[in-house]
């Protein structure tokens, strides 16, 4: 990303606050009127695409301090993709919008040879530019909050796809626990109360897990990390789900969970529990480079982030 995107990007226009980059999900913009834009382009098997495109979109914004307000979506299929496909996924946006409030304004539709499963891409916008430019203060010693279960998204994405060969495995209340995952993958309640609780950094944890957007948080951060694993909130259906398909639940989408940086985590924490939002700290800022991820006694560190493992089962 930096050696081959990001150097490419002109961030010197004075209307631009500021730019895409690691940590970086979205693009601010200074106008008087100005606002914000977040993508997310997603393309496993399902209309589920949609759904994690949409909300990995407004996620980004709302981590950013934004209010999504506006969609554009951008489909591409093969050329031997039925009609009836487009008018799921269509069909999805519009109900996710009409419950999140979001107007669908435009985007972009064609039939390519380019590509062999359909992609979409959302762009996500803001009406207005609600926050000011994000500066970082020194964050060392500064608490690492987890809030929501990790790895529910994928799980649940799993679940909806592999029904009928998990049902045989697994109890039905299991399956159908996962398959709830829809109603908990915005961030925006959670982002609200951090706020609130003098939170000076968020990251949505998207694709790659939440071990890609610890890097991702101390990359922007230009801190290192300590976390213990054990703290990180899971639900056991998730942990099950994983070890059938030998996933590694730390590395899988998990949209509806979000990273906070705040002086004070366990008070956050608190807060968050109290507003039936699952809640931990687990783990600190450090003045080093090193990301470290203690489990017990071992303690070993964090690679550079992968590719979501989702990809190995849709």
């Not at 393309?43 to 950013?64: D, M, Q, S």
């Not at 990390?225 to 998990?254: A, F, G, W």
């Amino acid at each position: 990303m930096k050696r081959s995107v990001l150097k490419y990007m002109d961030h010197e226009k004075t209307e631009i606050a500021r730019g895409a980059g690691i940590g970086n999900d979205c693009a601010l913009f200074a106008f008087c009127q100005g606002g914000s834009v977040a993508t997310c382009s997603f393309h496993i098997k399902g209309k589920e695409k949609v759904r994690h495109a949409i909300f990995a979109a407004i996620n980004n914004l709302i981590a950013a301090g934004q209010e999504a307000k506006y969609l554009l979506l951008a489909i591409t299929l093969p050329e031997r993709a039925r009609e009836i496909k487009l008018q799921e996924i269509m069909e999805e946006a519009a109900q996710i919008g009409a419950q999140q409030n979001l107007q669908i304004v435009g985007g972009h539709t064609e039939v390519s040879t380019a590509v062999t499963d359909i992609v979409v891409t959302v762009t996500a916008l803001s009406g207005e530019n609600r926050a000011k430019t994000q500066t970082i203060p020194c964050v060392t010693g500064y608490d690492i909050v987890v809030a929501g279960y990790i790895g529910m998204e994928a799980a649940g994405m799993v679940a909806t796809a592999k029904e009928e060969e998990l049902i045989a495995r697994f109890p039905r209340w299991l399956i159908d626990d996962l398959k709830k995952y829809k109603d908990h993958v915005s961030v925006l309640q959670a982002a609200q109360i951090a706020t609130e609780h003098g939170a000076v950094l968020m990251h949505d944890i998207g694709e790659g897990g939440i071990f890609a957007s610890l890097w991702e948080m101390a990359q922007r951060a230009s801190a290192g990390l300590t976390i213990d694993i054990m703290k990180i909130p899971m639900r056991q259906s998730v942990v099950e789900v994983c070890n059938h398909y030998d996933l590694n639940p730390y590395e899988i989408l998990s949209q509806g969970c979000l990273l906070i940086l705040t002086k004070d985590g366990e008070n956050l924490a608190e807060a968050l529990i109290e507003a039936d939002i699952p809640a931990a700290v687990i783990g600190q800022m450090t003045d080093s480079n090193d990301r470290i991820i203690q489990n017990g006694e071992e303690i070993r560190y964090m690679d550079l982030p992968k590719p979501d493992q989702i990809r190995k089962i849709l």
